[in-house]
């Protein structure tokens, strides 16, 4: 891992394999677009919209199951 981290290569948070194509950046860790999934359900987000909390990543049906509504009003 380590020689590609010199080169600049994303590695993968899931599959520690080098991101080649599309990289998606979250939790402090960069990801394969198909390897970033929701906690729960494990669906892969694809660039939609995700929630994160306490270091984990969570689609948003998902994340209002645990967590509830995020309303400002
Ligand atoms: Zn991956
Ligand atoms: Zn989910
Ligand atoms: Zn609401």
Redesign the pocket.
């Known amino acids: 891992l380590r020689c590609h981290d010199t080169m600049g290569i994303p590695i993968c948070g899931a599959c520690h394999r080098p991101i080649e194509e599309r990289v998606i950046t979250a939790l402090g860790k960069q990801w394969h677009v198909e390897h970033f999934v ?6 892969p987000f694809l660039g939609h919209k995700h929630y994160e909390k306490k270091g984990l990543a ?2 948003e ?3 209002h199951k645990l967590y509830g509504h995020l309303c400002f009003r």
Request: some cysteine.
């Open positions: 929701c906690a729960v359900c494990e669906k969570y689609c049906q998902h994340f």
